[in-house]
């Protein structure tokens, strides 16, 4: 894996060690780390599916948010102090996706306003959604399955 800042993991957990931890995915081990408090939000145990976003540093992925079993994403803060609200706003965003008959595919990504979740319909289309932090459909868009931006999420969609 490269230096990245907006990698995305997705796999099975196989071992813990306090606030690190790592992941099996479809490429190969990933060694992350949640940092103290974000240990403190999540209680992780081998075997546990994780979905990850965070960045690639040299030795390991350092987790900004992360969704247990295909749960609601909970963003995790390494040393800076983290909005209460977060995970209200996450909640009612995905709340907004399933309400408009979408599958969440991936984890969702907080930008400063809104949210951009890709979505899955029933006939397997994908799309792109902007939900404001009041659970607002802002617009939405269709994704190729060809799509660059989307394509980590898209590939392991299958």
């Known amino acids: 894996m490269t230096h990245d800042d907006h990698t995305n993991v997705s796999g099975n957990v196989t071992d813990v ?9 479809a490429t190969g081990r990933v060694l ?18 994780v979905d990850l976003w965070g960045e690639m540093k040299p030795s390991e992925l350092k987790v900004s948010r992360i969704a247990q079993s295909g749960g609601v994403a909970i963003s995790i803060g390494h040393g800076k102090p983290t909005d209460d609200r977060e995970d209200l706003y996450a909640a009612a965003a ?30 397997g289309d994908f799309v792109e959604l902007h939900i404001e932090l ?4 802002r617009n939405s868009k269709p994704v190729p399955a060809s799509d660059h ?5 898209i590939k392991q969609a299958g």
């Open 149 to 153: 931006e989307w394509a980590q999420e």
């Open 94 to 123: 995905l709340g907004t996706v399933a309400a408009h008959g979408f599958a969440v595919v991936g984890v969702p990504r907080r930008k400063p306003k809104h949210f951009e979740i890709l979505g899955r319909g029933k006939g």
């Open 32 to 49: 992350a780390d949640l940092g103290t408090r974000g240990a403190e939000k999540v209680k992780l145990l081998v075997g546990d599916h």
């Open 134 to 137: 009041n659970g607002t459909l």
């Open 17 to 25: 060690f306090a606030h690190r931890f790592v992941v099996a995915t």
